[in-house]
């Protein structure tokens, strides 16, 4: 290596996982009599760069092999004495990609002479196993995509499937909104220029999201059996980025979508209202071209490249309800005459059996009730009216908030005097500033080299808070999150068999939430708003938040978190050494990986109170506002403390694999690949709490109140050990991270490629595979930091507000709370993947690759709430009785609610036909057609997914939430034809030459929809599936008001969960026409504009999307009757209507 290579290797410092970016096109030299030509010069020529990349000499059987070379479009020269020389151009070659040129027949004649063939990139993979489909930059870019995502390509591809109802997506960067050859969506690899790219936290967002224009190709491998390819099973994704040529070329774009230009929404429709307001504006520019520096690279000596590309985003789009009733002024000022009810003669409407009117509020402490707790007797307010003289000390504060709501468009709610209707709908806005550089350094016709850097500035906002759990728009949130990537990238060729790669690459990614900038701090600031009761956990609420209260209609505001931190951070060493061996091509290869991630847990940390009249609030008013007013709550509660968890997890993996040209007809790659997952540990002073089942002591149980009233439920004091079966993580042999060590994985890996007829033009494929999974650590690590004792929540009833003080945490009553759990002994998920297939060239540049592709999984990640009132107890008259009906008494693992307990035991399959024709670009046309015919069962759909109840897993097994038996989709690229150039004139040429047509078209079936039904007092309250009692659940004429017919249904008798199962119909399938028309103008030889008009659901195809699923019966084992079915089998939503967008590019 060059001392210049030296010096770049010891840049690296510190750096995840990655694979090799680059590709590999071989072949055989022969006379015109067939016979091998050995000791040929061949060499391979970078057509954008302008230089020779690579070079090699054929074996004695003739055969070469150019390694490593990057995606780029090459010529392949071969030359040797008495011969001529032999030339392939425009060989287009994709990252990771080995093509097979077959035989390249020599002609006697001198090397100054050429044959040179404008070359078509091969059709047919002939040399590996790989299940790969490649997009080119043409392909990313004249498409049209919804949003202008890239991931939006993937459902154009045979396997996947996406439950989306909206294609129009402005989230953060997700990478799980599709599902691939029926794996879970947090399965998806992303890599970006062959590194990792995807969030370890979530295992659901990237870090970066490159701008389409940055994009040079996009790669993906549903099926892959190559040993080198690691971490996560699913799909895997390469984005390849832009690289700089050996001229100067740029470009500038502006895309604008706007409502005005949009159809309506179909329920908006019917309902009488407006477009939602829409805007969406994206633009930005790139250039790209040679650097010249002294010595290294020169005008006359090119070895030096650049790419830059800048896109910004500003959208903004509405989100929520439209309607909200809210408090009547008169109200807010202690006047509460509007409550009151009349008959219609004028007469009051009293409560019944008493004399006072429906509406009437009562002095504190004066109400009284009877065993039902109706209220029968008290001291009415005269006037119906709460002097101020009587108002908390603290209702100036609440009363502030509540001011901020804006009333004046409001109108009276119909027979509810005492509310105003008030038209609102939050707005939803994104702000994105995205960069990407990428130098490339061809140092000598051996070593290479390259960096990028990639910083993605998103940011979104939201007038309701992104958070928060309130009903208006006056404390706007933010929620910012800088993503950056680097990554460095060396290829050396040792020899002219042997080269190595090595990777390095670091990521790092911040989310923040908090309040706007505009949003004064005297908007949000308890001091500043007027309230002095101290806090019960003053050192809790550290921003000094406003509390958390509900006191009825129009009066909830909830959890407004400020300071949310996530902060997460990966680093990779990567190497890939690989050889050539007379028809072996061994591939070993190292990676070293850490993992940095800290976040905050997501609960509120002010004070939470509860103003909702009840009987047990001894100075309850009768109304939620009034007892606000008064300052006298029914309930408190504060958690005790906000705690920040940091974790961090190493791991290597090694693999060794080799492609064995056994003949020039068949292929054969096997190999292995070791996973040592290390543990994850905690850097931070906070420690997980777990339950451990195990260490539960039925002896020690705490005893639970059963009384009526509200402390009904909760833990009797001195009862018994409240953190029971408890332990702080590195304890008592307890793991850190609570699980243990998950190392030594080994994963075989075997496939085949097999050329049947020896022309190229036909491929039978197949392999089969292992592949673990790393589970997610915000599903498991920061759960633990909400757990007892480190997390306390005590609950205070019946108090004032102006008398609230941290000595009120001696008197709390403390009710039992749920928490985390983890198998520490859960095993790793596992996932076998197969695939089968035959690819064969149609001619006319069109190919068809039709085959199997099926997997199956173990031990996958669930959740199941492991403290469920056990069944038979729901019909055991003495067991209710006893516990007079409180589930608390009855859980097995008493003190707790609800035990998430996340375990390993989750299985699927999936078993498809997939199918795919393409034509690569020819006669001005390009285009795909993909169809599977699949079918996906599992257990639970997703890591954090909940088993349904009773952990029966036997009942939860079918059709998977995003199983589609029937997916089709067909994308296309057309120039039509150039009629200008027929007619023979300058101006007939500006007009009708240039122009193109685009577009994607979906028919897909629907997927799988089961039959609840609520309030099943057998069950204490929890939800169960419907009971199916004969007849037909389609009707013959479908509507939005019947898309199934809930007739047919019952509520379950009481302790049972219903007898249907887990999918009982299929939703609404998509049918949608996505469309595109460009006009391409060349200004000049070199300068270019284009002029975009884009339609998704061009024809405004209204399609159903959500179904209300849910039924109830009058009893318990009844039927569904006209009187309570309310909107049972009734669509509640639609796919997006028709959007249009317009954009503009100039190309130079």
């Known amino acids: 290596m060059s001392r210049k290579s030296t010096l770049i290797v010891g840049m690296f410092l510190s750096a995840v996982p990655a694979f090799c970016q680059n590709g590999v096109i071989q072949g055989a030299l022969t006379d015109p009599q067939g016979a091998a030509v050995a000791n040929a010069r061949i060499v391979a020529f970078d057509e954008a760069k302008s230089l020779v990349v690579r070079e090699a000499v054929t074996a004695a059987d003739g055969a070469f092999n150019l390694r490593p070379l990057a995606r780029g479009t090459y010529t392949i020269k071969a030359e040797v004495a008495g011969f001529k020389m032999v030339e392939r151009k425009g060989l287009v070659l994709d990252p990771n990609q080995v093509m097979d040129l077959g035989r390249l027949s020599l002609e006697v004649g001198a090397v100054s002479e050429s044959v040179t063939v404008e070359a078509a990139t091969p059709l047919v993979e002939t040399a590996t196993s790989q299940k790969s ?44 909104a599709f599902n691939t050859n029926g794996l879970r969506g947090s399965m998806n690899n992303v890599y970006l220029d062959g590194a990792i790219n995807t969030d370890v936290g979530a295992n659901d967002g990237q870090y970066t999201q490159i701008s389409l224009d940055s994009v040079g190709e996009f790669k993906v491998q549903t099926s892959t059996f190559n040993a080198e390819y690691g971490r996560n099973p699913g799909v895997l994704i390469n984005i390849s980025t832009k690289s700089g040529g050996s001229a100067f070329h740029g470009t500038a774009y502006e895309f604008l979508r706007n409502d005005a230009l949009d159809a ?34 020169t ?38 005459r509007r409550l009151l009810r009349f008959n219609p003669d004028g007469s009051p409407l ?129 929620r910012a999150k800088p993503g950056a990537s680097w990554s460095w990238n060396l290829v050396n060729v040792i020899s002219p068999r042997t080269t190595n790669e090595f990777i390095f690459n670091y990521n790092h990614l911040t989310q923040i939430v908090d309040v706007t900038a505009s949003t004064p701090a005297d908007s949000y600031d308890r001091t500043k708003l007027g309230f002095t009761f101290q806090e019960l956990y003053p050192n809790s609420n550290l921003r000094s938040k406003f509390p958390r209260f509900t006191c009825g209609t129009g009066c909830n505001f909830g959890g407004f978190p400020t300071g949310w931190l996530s902060e997460g951070k ?51 008013a009768g109304n939620g506002l009034a007892n606000l007013l008064l300052g006298n709550y029914t ?110 994985q080994v994963s075989p890996r075997f496939g085949f490629a097999y050329d049947p007829f020896g022309d190229g033009k036909t491929s039978i494929r197949g392999g089969f595979g292992t592949f673990f999974e790393r589970i997610r650590q915000n599903a498991n690590n920061f759960d633990g930091l909400g757990n007892p004792p480190l997390a306390y929540t005590p609950n205070i009833y019946g108090g004032n507000v102006d008398n609230v003080s941290p000595a009120l945490i001696a008197s709390g009553t403390r009710f039992p709370v749920g928490i985390r759990a983890i198998n520490k002994d859960g095993q790793v998920p596992t996932i076998y993947t197969w695939s089968f297939g035959v690819q064969r060239e149609l001619g006319r540049r069109t190919s068809i690759d039709a085959g199997y592709v099926g997997n199956t999984t173990r031990h996958l990640q669930y959740s199941s709430d492991i ?75 997703g890591d954090t997914a909940g088993l349904g109840y009773y952990l029966d897993r036997r009942r939860e097994y079918g059709p998977a939430g995003f199983d589609r038996t029937n997916v089709a989709t067909i994308d296309y690229v057309y120039l039509l034809p150039a009629f200008g150039t027929k007619m023979g004139n300058g101006f007939a040429k500006t007009v009708f030459n240039g122009w193109q047509v685009s577009g994607i078209t979906r028919f897909w079936s629907g997927s799988p929809l089961g039959v609840g039904a609520n309030g099943n007092a057998g069950t204490l309250g929890g939800g169960v599936r419907a009971d199916y009692l004969g007849g037909q659940i389609i009707p013959d004429n479908r509507t939005r008001f019947n898309f199934f017919n809930p007739l047919v249904f019952g509520r379950p008798v009481d302790g049972s969960l219903g007898n249907t199962g887990k999918v009982v119909l299929r939703g609404p399938g998509i049918h949608q026409w996505d469309f595109s028309m460009f006009k391409n103008t060349k200004i000049t030889e070199r300068v270019t504009t284009q002029f975009r008009f884009e339609t998704f659901n061009t024809f405004n195809h209204t399609q159903w999307a959500g179904i209300n699923t849910g039924v109830s019966g009058a009893n318990p084992g009844a039927a569904v009757s006209a009187a309570t079915i309310g909107a049972s089998g009734q669509v509640n939503s639609t796919r997006d209507p028709r959007n249009v967008q317009f954009g503009f590019k100039l190309l130079f």
């Open 635 to 744: 309930s408190l509660s504060q958690t005790n403390g906000r705690f920040f968890g940091a974790f961090r997890f190493f791991g290597t993996e090694f693999f060794a694999q080799d492609s064995w040209k056994v003949n020039r007809r068949l292929t054969i790659e096997y190999g292995g690949r070791y996973v040592y997952m290390g543990p994850t540990y905690t850097r931070g002073k906070f420690l997980q709490n777990y339950f451990d089942p195990q260490r539960y002591d039925a002896k020690s149980a705490v005893s639970i109140d059963t009384r009526a009233g509200i402390r009904n439920g909760s833990i009797i004091p001195g009862s018994g050990n409240p953190f029971n079966g408890m332990i702080e993580e590195n304890q008592a042999g307890w793991p850190s991270g609570g699980l243990k060590h998950r190392k030594n």
């Open 867 to 941: 403290n469920q009132v056990p069944l038979g107890a729901t019909t055991n008259t003495t067991i209710l009785r006893d516990a007079n009906n409180t589930a608390n008494a009855i859980r097995p693992f008493k003190g707790y609610t609800s035990v998430n307990m996340t375990d390993f035991g989750a299985n699927s399959n999936y078993h498809a036909l997939q199918t795919r024709i393409s034509r690569r670009f020819a006669s001005n046309l390009t285009a795909n057609f993909s169809y599977t015919w699949a079918k996906a069962m599992s257990i639970v759909d």
């Open 570 to 620: 990966t680093y990779a060493w990567t190497d890939n050494f690989t050889t050539t061996r007379g028809a072996h091509t061994i591939k070993l290869g190292t990676l070293i990986n850490m993992n940095d991630n800290g976040q905050q847990p997501s609960w509120t940390d002010a004070s939470n109170f509860n103003f909702n009249p009840s009987a047990d609030n001894p100075n309850d």
């Open 299 to 336: 005008m006359k000596d090119k070895k030096m490249f650049f790419f830059f590309n800048y896109e910004g985003t500003r959208a903004s789009r509405p989100t929520g309800g439209t309607f909200t009733d809210v408090q009547h002024p008169d109200l807010l000022n202690g006047d509460f």
């Open 264 to 297: 309506n929404d179909f329920f908006r429709n019917v309902q009488g209202l407006k477009k939602a307001k829409l805007r969406f504006n994206q633009f930005g520019g790139n250039i790209s071209g040679p650097i010249y520096l002294p010595r290294i690279s």
């Open 133 to 176: 489909f490649t997009l080119s930059s043409r392909q990313v870019t004249e498409i049209p995509l919804n949003g202008r995502d890239f991931q939006s390509l993937m459902r154009t591809l045979p396997g996947v499937v996406s439950n989306d109802r909206s294609d129009f997506r402005l989230a953060f960067n997700n990478t799980d």
């Open 350 to 478: 009293n409560i019944a059996g008493t004399s006072f009117n429906v509406g009437t509020i009562f002095q504190p402490g004066t109400v009284v009730r009877d065993n039902g707790g109706r209220i029968i007797g008290g001291q009415p307010f005269a006037n119906n009216t709460i002097p101020r003289s009587q108002f908390s000390r603290n209702a100036a504060g609440f009363l502030n908030i509540l001011g901020r709501i804006d009333r004046s468009p409001g109108v009276q709610v119909p027979n509810t005097p005492e509310a105003l209707r008030i038209p609102y709908q939050d707005t939803y806005t994104f702000h994105k500033n995205q960069k990407v550089a990428r130098v490339d350094w061809n140092i000598s016709s051996k070593t290479n080299f390259f960096f990028r850097w990639a910083d993605d500035a998103q940011n979104e906002s939201q007038q309701l808070g992104i958070f928060a759990s309130t009903s208006f728009p006056v404390f706007p949130q933010f």
